[in-house]
């Protein structure tokens, strides 16, 4: 069962609004404009809505009219400020100096005032309003500012942590100054009394699909006397507030919700809510050692919470609850596809991490207890995947095999940990400050000794000292700038070697891991980037120590994804090995997935822990795990494929698979094939089925 939680992002579709929807298309799906009968029915529908609507809201007087969402409403509130500043100045009129905005506001608000304000011509300064670390508005500074402000914006309630804006305070302010008051109403719709006639705001826009309605419909509200230009001029719509035929359906389901709401019995009460958080937060705590909330004590709506994990990565955390169908966020929904630190926790000041490791879990008003208690259930169970991985503060109950290789990022930087589980020793290359909390549970997590932490240039001895210090490893005798043994020739790791590769230019190093007589890995720092490769002598000298065409090098930093390159495509690495592009075609859709005609080998490069965590069966028969963090160990053996031998990586989104598929082709096996979409578009039936159609006929496979 999937668990929802991620609310403030979008809301399922109330049932009865989806019925409402679908009755006006069929019943009264006349055009409001319109003077027969059909058109008074629908203009019936329209009017009926924006009824509830006032009430709800608390706005007996002002302009109430529906919009496409909360961003069409800010940008309506902005334009109509703004031209009334530029009216302002015009007509010789005390000018606004600046306009201001919460430092934590939604990415709609600011850049519409930088939009309207350039192309207004009015080119006034615009200026945050600093928040404090609970994000709350600093009202000092904004008293300071008010008086000569055009415009001020401000969010009733934000929308990652929840945070709620003291109105009244800010209210007291901008009502003792010229300025016009945009109060973002999204969040608080359904959960805050806004009195919005008492406060004297001027603008508030409101978003649908954030309170159970369909996307596409929200409301913008302007109070009696506030300045007012139309964004959207043409058949006179809205009594000329608004062109453009009126959403029936959807006017007609967002009035659905709202008579829901004042009815009184269908949403939870407060009381529940605040009884449902409080379940949710003692979930949490249980779940993750070492969880902070990042708004503190700040008054907030009971529905969301934005915590943080030390030493976990938001990122780690998505995958691990998308693996267990429990739907949260790293933020705002908007910016969810880049992965920066949140801008409104770097606006609260807090601490680096915080920042980078935040999730935001937000439920609704018409969650049961026992959809509740499930969630609860869930978290737990994420946390229990967490310390048996090792993943957490706690001590896991056993180790898991290592692979060979491991490889963590922080951006575009590699850490390389080379690991043998029957020796219990690992080694790790190239370690950034960032990292060195992960590296350390890591090793807790797999039961292993750090035997040695080298580097391949400058850099990296502050994380290595660390990280030494974390494990209680202690130091070598005698190490030197790379953190080599003074006395060591070569150091084994079970039945592999590391040694130090000849040729290298000073201030750098080269590691290589040897099994036998071949050299399988070449450790190769930034060298590819700052030597020219083409010709070098210190490849060559490498064939002495076992290196062949095949030995994979790999680099210090990768920002484009490659992985790995090989020693025989070395001359050409930059800035793509092998010539395949960074945009090349790799997914395989459903219907090219069953018209497949050749041996198939499935690769899931999820992480364990999601593998773990996942409530049903989504492993292919027959198919490898190989988490991309592991990806560089299993690249041998698939180098040694057939070339007719398809190999199809599969991940949640199809994402990560599509980089391990363009890896794989830049170092030479052409048929590789990232599976489209991946598990999150329901792919499960269709990958068993052709699985089964295959594994008689593919030994790849069974491996």
Not at 73 to 98: F, H, K, N, W, Y
Not at 238 to 251: F, M, P, Q, S, V
Not at 528 to 537: H, Y
Request: glycine residues 10%.
């Amino acid at each position: 069962m999937e668990i929802y939680l991620d609310a403030n992002a979008t809301t399922a579709v109330f049932p009865p609004a989806r019925q409402a929807a679908l009755a006006v298309m069929a019943d009264s799906f006349g055009n409001p404009s319109s003077i027969h009968g059909s058109g008074l029915k629908a203009r019936a529908v329209v009017e009926q809505v924006r009824a509830s609507a006032r009430r709800v809201l608390g706005a007996p007087s002002g302009q109430l009219f529906f919009t496409s969402g909360a961003t069409e409403g800010i940008q309506t509130s902005v334009l109509s400020a703004l031209c009334e500043l530029r009216r302002r100045r015009d007509a010789g009129e005390p000018a606004a100096q600046v306009l201001l905005y919460g430092a934590t506001e939604h990415k709609a608000v600011p850049q519409a005032l930088h939009h309207w304000n350039a192309l207004l011509g009015l080119n006034l300064p615009v200026l945050t309003i600093p928040v404090d670390r609970t994000g709350r508005h600093d009202l000092a500074w904004l008293r300071q500012h008010a008086a000569t402000a055009g415009l001020v914006c401000t969010m009733a309630a934000n929308n990652e942590t929840g945070v709620i804006s003291d109105l009244d305070a800010i209210a007291e302010i901008v009502g003792g100054s010229p300025a016009l008051w945009l109060v973002d109403g999204v969040q608080a719709l359904g959960k805050l009394p806004l009195k919005l006639v008492e406060r004297r705001i001027d603008y508030a826009p409101f978003s649908g699909h954030k309170f159970y309605a369909p996307k596409g419909i929200g409301l913008l509200y302007v109070r009696a006397g506030a300045p007012f230009t139309p964004l959207l001029t043409g058949g006179g719509q809205e009594d000329g507030l608004r062109g453009g035929t009126e959403n029936i359906a959807g006017i007609a389901a967002l009035g659905a919700v709202l008579q829901a709401w004042e009815a009184g019995d269908v949403f939870q009460a407060p009381a529940a809510l605040a009884a449902h958080r409080a379940q949710l937060v003692a979930a949490l705590r249980a779940a993750f050692p070492g969880l902070v909330f990042n708004a503190g004590d700040a008054p907030s709506l009971p529905t969301t919470l934005n915590f943080a994990v030390r030493g976990v990565s938001s990122r780690l955390l998505l995958d691990l609850f998308d693996a267990a169908d429990l739907r949260v966020s790293g933020g705002s929904a908007c910016s969810a596809a880049r992965a920066e630190p949140s801008y409104v926790l770097q606006a609260m000041g807090l601490d680096e991490w915080q920042t980078q490791a935040a999730v935001r879990l937000s439920f609704g008003a018409l969650d049961s207890p026992e959809f509740i208690a499930a969630a609860c259930a869930r978290l737990q169970r994420c946390g229990e995947v967490l310390r048996a991985r090792g993943l957490s503060t706690v001590a896991p109950a056993k180790a898991y095999a290592p692979p060979l290789v491991t490889r963590l990022l922080h951006g575009s930087a590699c850490s390389y940990l080379l690991a043998d589980g029957d020796s219990g020793e690992c080694i790790v290359i190239d370690p950034v400050m960032e990292l060195v909390e992960p590296i350390t549970r890591w090793l807790g997590g797999q039961q292993l000794a750090l035997r040695a932490v080298l580097g391949t240039g400058d850099g990296t001895a502050a994380a290595a000292r660390q990280l030494r210090e974390a494990t209680g490893s202690g130091r070598e005798a005698a190490v030197d700038a790379q953190g080599w043994p003074a006395d060591a020739v070569r150091l084994a790791l079970g039945a592999h070697e590391l040694l130090r590769l000849p040729g290298v230019p000073d201030g750098r190093a080269a590691w290589g891991l040897r099994l036998g007589a071949k050299l399988r890995y070449a450790l190769v720092g930034d060298l590819l980037d700052v030597e020219p490769c083409a010709g070098v002598t210190w490849l060559d000298d490498w064939q002495a120590h076992g290196a062949s065409p095949e030995t994979l090098l790999l680099p210090r930093h990768d920002a484009h994804g490659l992985f790995a390159t090989t020693l025989a495509s070395a001359g050409n690495a930059r800035p793509l090995a092998g010539g395949v592009a960074e945009n090349t075609e790799v997914a395989l859709d459903r219907p090219a997935l069953a018209r497949l005609q050749t041996d198939v080998l499935w690769v899931d490069v999820r992480e364990a822990y999601e593998r773990d965590v996942q409530v049903d069966s989504r492993l292919i028969q027959g198919s490898q795990s190989v988490p991309l963090s592991g990806f560089v160990s299993a690249l041998p053996q698939w180098l040694e494929l057939a070339p007719q031998v398809a190999v199809v990586f599969y991940c949640r989104s199809g994402n990560r698979s599509a980089q391990a598929a363009r890896a794989l082709r830049r170092l030479g096996h052409m048929s590789a094939w990232s599976l489209a979409g991946g598990l999150a578009m329901g792919a499960e039936p269709l990958l068993a089925r052709v699985a089964e159609s295959v594994a008689h006929d593919c030994p790849a496979a069974a491996r």
